[in-house]
């Protein structure tokens, strides 16, 4: 599944990246590297963007940008 | 005298270790041929006197931004004698990462622990012994907001720089020379990366230099690198990347050089000048960043408790509260500053300050000494008149600016941009787009210059286009000058007025050109920010910042200003034969407004005071209301506009094309010639346009 599917408050750790390769770069840099765990915080009041929780910290990024992340859902966490 | 290089993730409190070592003493420019601001302090702590550089704060080396290459540039031509990192505990796995790349570059590194005291304050416990074990540099415990930490962190930074110095090796970070931090553990990233040491010890390279090398990069080696690979001593058990030397030269001296290259102002340009961090290699330094981070932090609570700043988001970001939030909070910075009884009822205090008390006591002190009439009317119908009609603003610039920077430190400033992201995305922009625009309430400039942020090349250039339509602090004298005299019972609705139609011209400009440039097989443009923890201002920071600010209007009025005033004042008294002219109209200024003039008529203002007033208002838009002051009377003015002219005027003045300053930026982050004409003539089309519209419409109505 891609990160834009989970819902708030779901985890999962990071498959793979594809796409635009800037902005895949830019993520990679920023801690969201294969076997990272990431959490789906909340949507902004508008329905978008999301905000993940990774490494601790807070990002924001688009859905249709998370569309490119694949992730393993971690159930129950 | 040794230089410190200050670096760090944006949001780790790198400015405020900057304010609180350097205090006022501090400059701020630019990077050499290039718009990232550059701030140097003086350090002077026990007889020591260090020179402080603060890099511009990053998330990473990978050199894809002009902060990044700007910072790994210096850092690798510049060999400051110390680098300190500062790192923000809370956040501590990304920023090591940070962390694990600049040690990376060799020169002597000291890590500052700040808010370590947050950490404390969650029950949490960070090992700082074990942390510089496996790091292998000095760490140091900080809190920069309350000011603790400093002079260990200041004494630790002389010793290594009188280390460094001194002929002996500089920094080693296998701990050889009396640095008092422990050995490398077991499983530390360890790199040999020392310079040359002048002991005949060579230059101990990582491992992957051959790697690099072997990744057919640009890599360029001197033919003694070979025998130094020969040389290499240590075999790193984590096997630590070199990530960017890509561009990196061994001098037969044995140190690193990055080299020299233009920096093409072109983000996407300047990339292409260093290939990429593997995908491997980052992932790899966060591994690294990732076993460090579980070796020395002890949570007291599950990782995913909510924290304080957590609470304040569940309310400020909330589905429900979240956009009458926001708007609440524009609305009350913008009624603070611009209304009658805070911003306007100071600004009024010094208006009868400069007008009356010192205008005033200079006209009867020349009078007493029987000056020449052209003496006073320099003094004060020019210099007083202009200079001071300017400053009368100091407060409510000076209120704005407390604002944006209060909304920036809190870490509000990223949730504005998650909550409109939605909106502006619908207008070819981004999020992002929305921090240049609130700055550019302030001023123009840096407000051009923050666009730099957005990484999508059509994203950047709109919001450079419409930026300027944001109407900045030194057009608000304008507005409050006319509203004053022709609105007088309505004046905060007429000067919020302007700045809705600034707004609402930015939107219907960023309808039209984001419409024409989609066709053109654009790529859709990703967004990605941090959201930081919320966070209490740091009072120092935030006065310093608008104390710059405020400098900066003051010595504007006091230099560019008070030069104009003396130009328009000459202009508007001599004619083309430099005689003293009895009616101003027949002056230089009379000439060569009454050639523009008849361009103004059908906006309502076709008389030459207007025409060159707007002239005036290029290199700075403060001037127009000085070069009004100067060239009209009160009573001139009642009879020369109506209000509907004045309103027509004023809406000319917020959309034409911004000051030169403003028009510099452009120029330098378009890095195009093209585009910036572009910008001057859609900022002039739209101004002429809309004020036609303002007073055709309005004469119609019978408002004329």
């Given at each position: 599944?891609?990160?834009?599917?989970?819902?708030?408050?779901?985890?999962?750790?990071?498959?793979?990246?594809?796409?635009?390769?800037?902005?895949?770069?830019?993520?990679?840099?920023?801690?969201?590297?294969?076997?990272?765990?990431?959490?789906?915080?909340?949507?902004?009041?508008?329905?978008?963007?999301?905000?993940?929780?990774?490494?601790?910290?807070?990002?924001?990024?688009?859905?249709?940008?998370?569309?490119?992340?694949?992730?393993?859902?971690?159930?129950?966490a | 005298m040794s230089t410190i290089a200050l670096a760090g993730n944006p949001n780790s409190g790198k400015t405020t270790l900057f304010n609180r070592l350097t205090g006022t003493r501090q400059t701020t420019g630019n990077w050499p041929g290039v718009t990232v601001e550059k701030k140097v302090g003086m350090i002077k702590y026990h007889g020591?006197?260090?020179?402080?550089?603060?890099?511009?704060?990053?998330?990473?080396?990978?050199?894809?931004?002009?902060?990044?290459?700007?910072?790994?540039?210096?850092?690798?031509?510049?060999?400051?004698?110390?680098?300190?990192?500062?790192?923000?505990?809370?956040?501590?796995?990304?920023?090591?990462?940070?962390?694990?790349?600049?040690?990376?570059?060799?020169?002597?590194?000291?890590?500052?622990?700040?808010?370590?005291?947050?950490?404390?304050?969650?029950?949490?416990?960070?090992?700082?012994?074990k942390l510089e074990e496996l790091l292998g540099v000095p760490v140091i415990a900080i809190s920069a907001k309350k000011n603790e930490g400093m002079d260990n962190l200041l004494e630790a930074v002389i010793t290594m720089a009188k280390d460094h110095s001194s002929n002996l090796p500089d920094y080693d970070p296998d701990g050889h020379h009396g640095h008092h931090h422990g050995q490398p553990g077991p499983h530390g990233p360890q790199d040999g990366h020392g310079r040359h040491s002048g002991h005949g010890r060579h230059n101990r390279h990582e491992h992957q230099l051959e790697q690099s090398a072997v990744d057919d990069r640009t890599l360029i080696t001197d033919s003694d690198s070979a025998d130094e690979k020969s040389n290499e001593l240590d075999l790193q058990p984590l096997k630590p990347h070199i990530p960017t030397h890509e561009h990196v030269h061994r001098h037969p001296d044995g140190v690193v050089h990055a080299h020299p290259h233009p920096i093409g102002h072109h983000l996407s340009v300047s990339a292409n000048h260093y290939p990429e961090e593997t995908d491997e290699q980052t992932a790899d330094l966060y591994r690294q960043a990732s076993a460090i981070h579980d070796q020395v932090l002890i949570h007291s609570h599950p990782p995913h408790a909510m924290t304080r700043s957590d609470k304040i988001d569940r309310v400020l970001t909330g589905k429900w509260l979240a956009i009458p939030i926001f708007l609440l909070i524009m609305l009350l910075v913008f009624q603070i500053t611009f209304s009658e009884n805070i911003g306007g009822r100071l600004t009024e205090l010094l208006d009868v300050f400069f007008q009356d008390i010192i205008g005033g006591a200079v006209n009867s002190w020349l009078a007493a000494a029987q000056a020449p009439v052209w003496i006073s009317s320099l003094l004060v119908d020019g210099i007083i008149a202009g200079v001071g009609g300017v400053l009368t603003f100091l407060p409510q610039i000076s209120l704005l600016f407390i604002f944006l920077t209060l909304l920036e430190d809190t870490g509000y400033m990223a949730r504005a941009a998650f909550i409109v992201d939605r909106i502006f995305q619908k207008l070819g922009l981004s999020g992002r787009s929305f921090i240049p625009m609130l700055m550019g309430f302030g001023c123009t400039v840096p407000a051009v210059m923050a666009a730099r942020t957005l990484e999508n090349e059509r994203e950047r250039r709109l919001t450079i286009l419409i930026t300027p339509f944001m109407s900045c602090g030194a057009r608000m004298p304008i507005y409050a000058f006319f509203a004053s005299l022709f609105f007088a019972s309505n004046k905060g609705l007429v000067t919020f007025s302007m700045y809705f139609i600034g707004i609402l011209i930015a939107i219907i400009s960023a309808v039209i050109i984001s419409a024409f440039s989609r066709g053109k097989g654009h790529t859709e443009a990703a967004f990605m920010i941090e959201l930081p923890p919320y966070r209490l201002p740091d009072g120092k920071s935030l006065f310093l910042h608008v104390w710059d600010k405020v400098k900066d209007f003051l010595v504007r009025a006091g230099t560019l200003i008070f030069a104009m005033t003396i130009v328009v004042w000459f202009l508007q008294s001599f004619d083309m034969r430099l005689r003293v002219v009895a009616d101003n109209s027949e002056s230089i200024f009379g000439v060569i407004g009454s050639v523009i003039a008849p361009l103004l008529r059908p906006l309502g203002f076709g008389n030459w005071q207007s025409a060159v007033a707007l002239l005036t208002g290029l290199v700075a838009k403060e001037s127009v209301v000085a070069t009004i002051g100067i060239l009209f009377t009160e009573q001139q003015l009642l009879t020369m506009f109506t209000p509907l002219s004045a309103y027509a005027f004023m809406t000319f003045t917020l959309l034409y094309t911004p000051c030169l300053a403003a028009l510099g930026a452009i120029k330098r982050e378009m890095n195009s010639w093209k585009w910036t004409g572009f910008a001057v003539l859609w900022q002039t089309g739209m101004a002429w346009s809309v004020s036609f519209l303002i007073y055709q419409v309005g004469k119609i109505m019978g408002l004329g």
């Open positions: 599944m891609s990160l834009d599917e989970l819902k708030p408050g779901q985890c999962a750790t990071v498959i793979s990246i594809d796409g635009d390769s800037l902005f895949r770069q830019r993520l990679i840099a920023m801690g969201v590297t294969p076997g990272t765990w990431v959490m789906l915080r909340k949507l902004a009041p508008l329905g978008d963007p999301m905000e993940i929780r990774v490494r601790n910290y807070s990002l924001s990024i688009r859905k249709k940008d998370a569309r490119a992340i694949s992730v393993n859902l971690v159930e129950g | 020591d006197i260090l020179t402080l550089v603060d890099l511009p704060g990053i998330y990473s080396l990978s050199p894809y931004s002009l902060e990044e290459i700007v910072t790994r540039n210096f850092i690798l031509d510049e060999k400051p004698d110390v680098v300190i990192n500062i790192i923000d505990v809370t956040n501590l796995e990304r920023n090591l990462y940070l962390t694990l790349q600049l040690k990376k570059l060799g020169r002597p590194l000291i890590v500052a622990l700040n808010m370590m005291d947050e950490i404390v304050s969650h029950g949490d416990k960070l090992d700082t012994d």
